[in-house]
């Protein structure tokens, strides 16, 4: 299976923040979910995969190419989606198109006209006068008009509202129908992750908790609850975010070792918006127990 994306020990460090030998690859024709607590790193996993951050070791490569030697040829093959604008907010849709033209030598004006229709996109209005979620097709039918192999999403339903999230999802799983194609989506609304993505990988504090398929990760978790004192110690040392309460306990647990657990304690498959809040739990437990011991 080809991958269109590969990353193989990506670091990179900021004062009081570092990326870890982050790997994770993506193959051709289909979605990944990027997600993890804001902070995890994402954003500049992102910017390391356009050269927009120098990252300090490691190798990216797009389409099996360089993403510093090459990136040029990379950008010219890629879209990309921010959480904002990033094109020229005091120019029309039509300024837009002839300002970006000259940069894409398999521009299709014909392909951008017939988006900007289908998307209800107003052409003689400035764009930063739009909405959020016009905003939000506009660079789709940029990244779709210059017949882009990979799309990288960077939190772009934030703030948008339910109908122009699932506007985006089903424009995304058009696009995917192009088995040639990839999508690298990271978004904190893990919802939109299970309903369209095919692999998942978790950033959490800079390093790779889990990549692989989302099938993988909904199976390898299960939710216990009970009473704390029915749990036995074999199993509370595998426990993930375990967090006792008046009533009883809660934690995250491996699926494959639920057969240490008695029936009495209560399993239900995770989400990974569950996984996601007991990872960061279990991180807090983690954080507390060291200022405890010093």
Known sequence: MENILEIKGLCKKYDGFALRDVSFSLPRGYIMGFVGQNGSGKTTTIRSILNMAQKDSGKITVFGLDSVTDTITIKERLGVVFDSLY?????????????????????????????????????????????????????????????????????????????????????????????????????????????????????????????????????RYVIIKGDAAELPQSAREKCIGFHNYRNGFEAMFPAEDAALLPDVIDTEKASIDEILVYIAKEDKHERDTASDTV
Do not use: C
Not at 194 to 214: M, S
């Open 87 to 219: 094109l020229a907010e005091h120019l029309n849709v039509k300024q837009i198109e002839r300002q970006l033209k000259p940069f894409y030598k398999d521009w299709d004006s014909a392909e951008f006209a017939r988006r900007i229709k289908e998307f209800d996109l107003p052409d003689n209005r400035p764009a930063g006068d739009f909405s959020k979620g016009m905003k939000m097709k506009l660079m789709i039918a940029v990244a779709l008009s210059h017949k882009a192999e990979l799309i990288i999403l960077d939190e772009p339903t934030s703030g948008l509202d339910p109908v122009a999230r699932d506007e985006l999802l089903d424009i995304l799983a058009e696009y995917i129908e192009d088995e040639n194609r990839g999508v690298l989506f990271s978004t904190h609304i893990t919802a939109d992750v299970e309903r369209i993505a095919d692999y998942v990988t978790i950033l959490h504090a800079g390093k790779v908790w889990f990549t692989g398929t989302k099938d993988a990760l909904t199976e």
